[in-house]
């Protein structure tokens, strides 16, 4: 639990030096979310710096340290996202299980792909990646954006959902870290967007 309430402190004061305001996402139109997490997302890569160092995909590390590996990235994003009054069931931290991470968020019933390694500096507002880039991708938009782009060749069919939202080694103490995303969907409220 130190681990957990540390993390969680940090996060909301990290929030507050990045300038994340808590907002109540159930008055917001679902654009303006998704305006909201993209530049969550930027910040949160503003944030971090790459680096392969062990344990560089716990979150407590990469705050303390501001760098971190993808799933690192990922879960602080989602972190982020729940401190600014995202719900927790909106947002996961997913992957293919061969060291590819991602987050999936959910809109109006559906879920979406989102990764936030992502040409920020190109595209510096979700007004104007929506038409040339779009950052919440469907499946098979996803799945093409990854191999064009990263050589990485994935197949929905075998997308994860991480239990793990902290990223330390003994959060699970053997238990199941991982669950197959449909498997998971089947108990979950919406649907994946093709």
């Known amino acids: 639990m130190g681990t957990k309430s540390f993390v969680n402190d940090y996060v909301e004061k990290l929030a507050k030096s990045l300038s994340i305001q808590k907002i109540n996402y159930d008055k ?3 654009y303006e979310e998704k305006e909201n997490i993209f530049e969550i997302a930027k910040k949160t890569q503003t944030y971090l710096r790459t680096s392969d160092v062990k344990d560089s ?3 407590a590390v990469n705050l303390v340290t501001k760098f971190g590996t993808r799933d690192g990235y990922a879960r602080l994003f989602r972190l982020l ?3 600014s009054g995202l719900p927790e069931n909106r947002i996961l931290v997913g992957g293919d299980n061969n060291g590819h991470y991602w987050n999936y968020i959910r809109f109006s019933g559906y879920w979406y792909n989102v990764n936030i390694d992502y040409p920020y500096r190109v595209y510096s507002t979700y007004s104007s990646a929506v038409s040339k880039k779009p950052f919440f991708l469907g499946n098979a938009a996803f799945k093409q954006r990854l191999s064009e782009e990263q050589g990485i060749n994935v197949n929905p069919s075998n997308y994860i959902v991480w239990f793990k939202n902290y990223g330390y080694p003994d959060e699970f ?6 669950d197959k995303l449909d498997y998971y969907l089947n108990s979950q409220v919406g649907e994946r967007l093709k």
């Open 28 to 30: 917001l139109t679902t």
């Open 81 to 83: 996202c729940i401190a």
């Open 57 to 59: 995909g716990s979150v």
């Open 173 to 178: 103490r053997g238990q199941q870290t991982y």
